[in-house]
């Protein structure tokens, strides 16, 4: 496996070093300085998340207002060290109770330093799973007054459990209600011509859990995909049901999930560890429902005025409604005055981005919306390029409804005991990268 | 400023910005305000306009694109409030520069400040316009900066804007400032008491002077005496002392002035001048104050150049090098750069070399200072103060340094080393040991130059061919040495070697073992020169040596199948030339001496040089070279072979050596012989393959006989890197008939003449038309004048600006009879190429002709008047060129030499006359008589004469001239006599008449 970091720091906004850990000593302990200078302070910040000064890779993210810098001076395995800060974060959050930020870290330095020990050594990542983790690193971190109480737990053998053959979860759970709950999010990403041709469509989907079961439960999920049905179709020796059937792309399953049994069997069955996961990953990339249609029409009457008019179609269930719908439409750096007239919702010019952004915050299905400005542009004494029109941005979630059709068909759950289970199944999507050219 | 909260928030929040980006949001946030408060329909208040220029001031300030809101700015500056106005000036002279049309809505406010009586607004305005004044402002406004200049009614502190506003109104456009007029007011402004204004005025006569300094002469005498007052320190008030230096802002530009007028002539001026110079240098010492330090040094070094520029006496020179001198010494690097730097410009001047050659010890230290920017300068300083003298001591000093000196400096140091060595070497042996001293200690950055030079040096002296035989064979016995090592000893050993023959170690197998020792470490381009040193010792062993020979053909078989086409031709070659015998002696004998010419690593310094502007090279040019090299070579190092350099080697030789050295004529044009003999296609290929391919032993064994032509060095002219376009000798001959054509072309320039004669004057225009987009830099050109002619070449420009014709008058007098031409030597650069040509100007005997007719009467007793020689002439002409009757009377009437008919009784004769004018001898008729014989039209019987036996004489050779068959080049093959072999024949004369070298020595 190949070395993920030589060292991690992590900065706030101005650069400052709020922690840092050291895993080998290739490299010198002033290179985040080279950071600071060469990255932090030019323009090209966010442009690269890989950037190579002085024989040393900085591979670097930006979680809310915290610079997250693994510094590797071998040649190492990006796509890792990506994917370590990520469940780094995953687990400090798990650890904070949901907040990541400058503050956060700087209440937790001593379990920071504790868990960073703990996930990587030498350079190379370790387990990053919370659940194990928090069985041995007992300190709790300082949570804030709004976070869930914390739960009160037995300290068992973490050896044990780690080498066990379920080691995602321990034994001897119980639980008064039983319960699960499921959610599919999903978020299309979309680039549609200004005449309305889908240029590029998909949609990536995940599945996440939350389980409060007892003991040790066998789960078996069916959805309306296409393999699953064309095989149980199979099994069950009966024609496959006429209906909508969707076809997956690139699933990831949690590692809980029984691959043996889904090559077999083509079912998702599992045990599940205690708690919150995200069972598996999705995309799609035909068929999908687009919740919205975008009609702009943008008229440049001479050097300093412009009309905008955009016409917004939600195109998904009447019963359903979108929430949070803003629609951001650039106009030219010199605009200067803006008036506007919108069916639903509040617009308004922000520039500092250099778009109209549009507000609509309860958006019901099968209806329209306009909006129509006009404005008026400052004459420049710039060369005379003309505005590249970028495209409108929208972003949007919809309840109880997927994109992609995705439906789930059971839920079944087994335990030796025998229990009843309530099941609680959501449905949401979001907009990705929804851009429409104008 | 006070006051404006909305500013004072704005800059505050920006401060307060934790990082880039909440700055840029915020910058953004504040541009969308103020387009949107500017797009109102409201009328903005004074204000708030204000408010909002400042911000975009303060934005633009923080790096940002501020592209709209100009208008506001300049509309603030027609306010009739100071505050407002003074925002709309800053902010307009901060945010448009002069090319901005918006410039021009301001042109009018900006004269009426300007005009008007408030001081205030005329400070502002003239600020403005000095900082960003374009043409438009120049035109316009000038005369009111003028008057504003001169008024006496103005304050000081305007009158010092004025100035500093004129003299960028002049920079914009130089018509601004009529020279005529404003000459004498210059001269008045510098009467000026106060020391601000007259600095101010002094910056703008630098700039007036630099133009053109005729016009000011009188203002010359005003600087001295400005430099007297500063220097007694009279008259100085307080404000304007710099560290006890009474304004040395002034002191400087004063000299700065003085040095653009090419010489003072009044001596009482002179005299006060050296004064002021002399207390100048006497008073400046080094004081630990660096800002007094920084002021003094700052007049002395202009003083310096002053001082260099004025050739003042002697005295006042060495007294410069000494106290450069102690600079040099001094600690602080500043200073003693500066010392070096200066003294290396010292070096242009004539007579201190002697005075400089004292410090070069503590030159010589300073090259191992920590400082790489004085070592440099050490390095120059050394490179141009030697001479015969100290190029011993100096050398030396070099080779010892370039074994500690660094990377980046060794290859330059390497050349310098190699140049002053050969052109200051006191005796030849010393340069030898110098090079192989310096290739041994630097071998990598020895180019190939230097020893294709040593080469050179050993070939054509044959004293030091046995020394540097065994010099060679000493490097030879160090267990590790460089490859260009490698190359000279084979090289020399090979041609040499049996010269060592009798010395212990040396024999020819003994030499073999040692250089074979070599082979396997060198790279493919060494081993053709190893094969040829074998094949060299081999022929040299007498009687041969079987096991030797053995051992190398050994070698020879290995390399016959080498993958290098070069390695392999010459194995297989050398191999069948070995069993030949006596082939073989003649194939490898010793190589001919090399035709002399400029050293190609003098030439390569230049190049290298040319961007440096106070360049050793420049120096080194002007110096005389020493004679140890010279003596030894029969012509001069500089200058052109002479042209009897055919004869001189073929005549002394037996015809097959003659043969051989062919090549070596025909090439001498070309500046790279050298180069070419010694590269790996030809080492000494065109001996080797001419009688190959005459013997023609080696075509049978499949070695491509194009690969055995192509190593015959190519007889190109090569003085031109650019390809002329047309013949240069014909275009001439073209010339010499018409007044007007072109007289030289090639792909970047056309020179065409036109040109007009009267009597003994005559008046050519000649033409330099660029024929490409980019400009032609250093144009020069110099008129080398035959003793006959008085010749006057306006100066051309130095560039040539794309696409543009430049025209240079040239006044001809003809003083006496001649047929010697003038020639022009011309050359440009382009890019970095430079290209130079020399041109014969058609200013030939017959322009100075004039046409006239005679009647019999006339003309039958003057011709019996003139008796005999030498007045009059008579020579058989044979071999020219058949032409019939008509067409010969025409040839003559072109050059204007009247044929009049029906005087002679016989059809085949023909009678011409005609009147030469020259200044010694005024107007003297010529007669002239051609007999030809019908029945051999390539002879002819020519009769001359006049009243002048010079004129006769040399009226007789140009109508020879212009009958002969070749009419070019002709002249310099006349000395060469019938016997030159047939293979000689086709390459020479056209090598000869197209190489301006040759013809240019021919006719001088």
Redesign the interface.
């Known amino acids: 496996m190949p070395v993920a970091a030589s060292a991690i720091y992590f900065l706030n906004?101005?650069g400052d070093v709020l922690i840092n850990r050291t895993y080998r000593d290739d490299v010198g302990g002033n290179m985040v300085d080279a950071f600071r200078t060469h990255i932090?302070?030019t323009?090209e910040?966010g442009n690269c998340p890989v950037r190579q000064i002085g024989g040393c890779s900085f591979v670097y993210m930006r979680i809310s207002n915290v610079y997250i810098v693994i510094v590797v001076s071998s040649n190492a395995n990006v796509a890792c060290g990506f994917k370590f800060v990520v469940e780094a974060v995953a687990l400090f959050k798990s650890y904070f109770g949901g907040a990541f930020d400058e503050d956060a870290i700087r209440n937790n330095f001593v379990l920071i330093y504790e868990l960073l020990d703990e996930i990587m050594d030498f350079g190379y990542p370790q387990n990053l799973s919370p659940e194990i983790l928090k069985l041995y690193i007992t300190q709790e971190g300082v949570r804030s007054p709004f976070s869930s109480k914390p739960k009160d737990k037995p300290v068992p053998n973490a050896t044990l459990q780690v080498t066990g053959a379920v080691g995602w979860r321990r034994e001897g759970l119980s639980y008064k209600k039983n319960e699960v709950f499921l959610d599919i999010v999903e978020s299309v990403n979309l680039l549609m011509s200004s005449k309305g041709n889908v240029l590029r469509c998909d949609v990536t989907g995940k599945v996440l859990m939350k389980c409060f079961l007892s003991g040790m439960p066998d789960l078996k999920l069916g959805l309306n995909d296409k393999i699953g049905l064309e095989k149980e179709s199979e099994m069950k020796s009966r024609p496959a049901k006429s209906g909508k059937t969707i076809e997956l792309d690139d699933v990831t399953f949690h590692q809980c999930v029984n691959l043996t049994r889904f090559n077999s069997e083509k079912t998702v069955s599992f045990v599940p560890p205690d708690g919150e996961f995200e069972l598996m990953k999705y995309r799609i990339t035909e068929g999908v429902n687009l919740p919205f249609r975008v009609l702009p029409t943008i008229k440049e009457l001479g050097r300093t005025r412009m009309e905008v008019n955009v016409k917004v179609k939600s195109v998904f269930g009447a019963k359903m409604f979108a929430l949070g719908v803003v629609v951001k439409i650039p106009v030219p750096k010199?605009?200067?005055?803006t008036n506007f007239q919108v069916t639903t919702g509040r617009a308004k010019?922000n520039?500092?981005?250099?778009c109209l952004v549009w507000k609509i915050r309860k958006f019901p299905g099968q209806t329209e919306s306009t909006l129509s400005a006009e404005i008026?542009l400052?004459?420049?004494?710039?060369e005379k390029k003309s505005w590249t029109r970028p495209p409108i941005q929208m972003e949007f979630q919809v309840p109880m409804f997927t994109a992609s059709g995705l439906r789930v068909r059971f839920l079944k759950v087994w335990e030796k005991s025998g229990y009843n289970t309530v099941e609680w199944v959501r449905y949401i999507t979001k907009a990705g990268s929804y851009e429409i050219r104008c | 400023m006070t006051g404006m909260r909305g500013l004072s928030v704005f800059i505050s929040d920006i401060r307060n910005c934790q990082n880039k980006e909440a700055e840029r949001l915020r910058v953004d946030k504040e541009l969308g305000n103020i387009r949107t408060c500017f797009k109102n329909e409201k009328v903005l208040t004074p204000y708030k306009k204000k408010k909002y220029v400042w911000k975009m001031l303060y934005i633009h300030m923080l790096g940002y694109d501020v592209d709209f809101g100009h208008m506001e700015a300049v509309s603030l500056i027609s306010a009739p409030k100071y505050p407002e106005k003074l925002v709309g000036y800053i902010v307009t002279s901060c945010l448009l520069n002069e090319n901005h049309d918006f410039l021009r809505l301001a042109i009018n406010t900006v004269r009426n400040d300007i005009i008007g009586r408030n001081e205030a607004f005329q400070c502002l305005a003239l600020t403005l316009v000095g900082n960003i004044g374009g043409r438009d402002f120049s035109e316009s406004l000038a005369p009111d900066v003028q008057k504003l200049l001169i008024s006496s009614s103005c304050r000081p502190l305007v009158r010092k804007k004025a100035a500093l506003c004129l003299l960028r109104l002049f920079r914009k456009n130089p018509d601004a400032i009529n020279a005529d007029g404003w000459a004498d007011r210059m001269a008045q402004l510098l009467d000026e008491r106060d020391l601000g204004v007259l600095t101010s005025s002094t910056s703008l006569l630098v700039s007036l002077v630099s133009n053109n300094h005729e016009a000011y002469s009188s203002c010359l005498p005003k600087c001295v005496k400005i430099l007297e007052r500063l220097a007694r320190n009279q008259d100085v008030p307080q404000e304007y002392t710099y560290y006890g230096i009474p304004s040395p802002w002034l002191q400087v530009k004063a000299m700065r002035a003085l040095q653009y007028f090419p010489t003072i002539e009044d001596p009482s001026t002179r005299k006060s001048l050296f004064e002021v110079l002399q207390r100048i240098l006497m008073g400046t010492d080094v004081v630990k104050n660096v800002n007094k330090n920084n002021a003094s040094h700052a007049v002395l070094f202009e003083a310096l150049s002053l001082v260099m520029h004025l050739d003042a006496e002697k005295e006042m020179l060495s007294q410069c090098v000494a106290l450069l001198g102690k600079f040099i010494s001094v600690r602080e690097p500043n200073i003693r750069y500066l010392g070096l730097e200066n003294m290396t410009r010292m070096l242009m001047v004539t007579d201190v070399q002697d005075s400089i050659k004292k410090h070069q010890s503590q030159i010589i230290t300073s090259l191992k200072d920590p400082d790489i920017s004085i070592r440099r300068r050490a390095l120059d300083l050394l490179y141009g103060m030697c001479d015969v003298s100290n190029a011993k001591d100096i050398v030396e000093e070099l080779l010892q340094y370039l074994s500690t000196a660094e990377f980046s400096m060794r290859e330059e140091l390497s050349l310098k080393a190699a140049i002053l060595a050969e052109k200051f070497a006191p005796d030849l042996s010393w340069y030898v040991d110098v090079i192989l001293q310096l290739i041994d200690k630097a071998g990598d950055f020895v180019s190939d130059d230097i020893w294709f030079r040593v080469v050179q040096f050993v070939t054509n002296n044959e004293d030091l061919q046995p020394y540097a035989a065994s010099k060679a064979r000493e490097y030879l016995d160090k267990t590790v040495i460089h490859e260009t090592m490698v190359k000279v000893s084979a090289y020399i050993l090979g041609e040499y070697g049996h010269l060592l023959a009798r010395q212990p170690g040396c024999s020819a197998s003994e030499l073999f073992n040692i250089l074979h020792e070599k082979l396997p470490r060198v790279s493919t381009p060494t081993i053709p020169i190893l094969l040829s040193t074998y094949a060299k010792l081999l022929m040299h062993t007498q009687p041969p040596d079987p096991e030797l020979q053995k051992k190398i053909w050994a070698v020879f078989k290995k390399y016959e199948s080498c993958i290098d086409v070069e390695i392999q031709q010459r194995a297989v070659e050398y191999f069948e030339l070995s069993k030949k015998g006596a082939d073989f002696m003649d194939v490898l004998a010793e190589m001919p001496k090399f035709p002399e010419r400029q050293s190609s690593l003098i030439k390569k310094a230049e190049e290298v040089e040319d961007t440096t502007d106070q360049s050793a090279i420049k120096v080194r040019a002007q110096q005389q070279p020493s004679n140890a090299l010279v003596l030894a070579d029969p012509q001069p190092v500089s200058g052109a072979p002479p042209p009897l350099k055919v004869p001189s080697v073929s005549g002394s030789t037996d015809p097959e050596s003659m043969a051989r050295s062919l090549p070596q004529p025909n090439g001498t044009p070309s500046p790279d012989v050298l180069s070419d003999l010694l590269g790996p296609l030809a080492i000494e290929a065109s001996p080797g393959d001419v009688s190959t391919e005459q013997h023609g032993p080696i075509g049978a064994e499949g070695v491509p006989e194009e690969v055995g032509g192509s190593a015959i060095v190519p007889v190109e002219e090569q003085t031109n890197t650019v390809e002329v376009i047309g013949n240069i000798a014909e275009r001439f001959h073209a010339l010499c008939l018409k007044d007007s054509g072109v007289l030289y072309e090639d792909p970047y320039i056309q020179i065409g003449i036109k040109a007009e004669w009267r009597g003994h004057q005559g008046r050519l225009v000649l033409f330099l038309g660029n024929k490409n987009t980019s400009p032609l830099t250093s144009v020069q050109t110099l008129i080398l004048p035959p003793a006959h002619l008085r010749l006057e070449l306006s100066p051309v420009p130095d560039t040539i600006p794309p696409r543009a014709q430049v025209q240079s008058p040239l006044e001809v007098m003809n003083i006496r009879p001649s047929r010697d031409v003038a020639v022009l030597d011309f050359s440009y650069m382009f890019g970095t190429k430079l290209v130079s040509a020399k041109l014969r100007i058609p200013a030939t005997l017959n322009k100075f002709l004039q046409p006239i007719q005679l009647t019999s009467e006339e003309f039958f007793p003057q011709w019996r008047s003139l008796s005999g020689p030498p007045l009059k002439l008579q020579e058989v002409v044979r071999g020219v060129r058949p032409l019939a009757l008509p067409k010969m009377a025409t040839l003559f009437n072109s050059f204007r030499v009247t044929i009049c008919p029906g005087l002679d009784p016989n059809p085949n004769n023909l009678v011409a006359s005609t009147t030469f004018y020259s200044e010694s001898t005024g107007a003297i008729i010529c007669l002239a008589r051609i007999e030809t014989d019908p029945a051999d039209r390539t002879q002819l019987r020519l009769t001359v004469g006049s009243g002048d036996s010079t004129l006769t004489f040399e009226l007789k050779e140009f109508i020879k001239e212009q009958l002969i068959t070749i009419p070019m080049g002709s002249r310099a093959l006349v000395p060469v006599p019938a016997p030159v072999p047939p293979v000689a024949q086709p390459p020479s004369p056209a090598a000869l008449a197209d190489d301006p070298g040759a013809l240019l020595a021919g006719l001088l």
Request: hydrophobic share 35%; net charge positive.
């Open positions: 906004l101005r932090m302070q323009k910040l010199q605009t200067a005055k010019y520039p500092s981005i250099d008026e400052i004459s420049t004494m710039g």
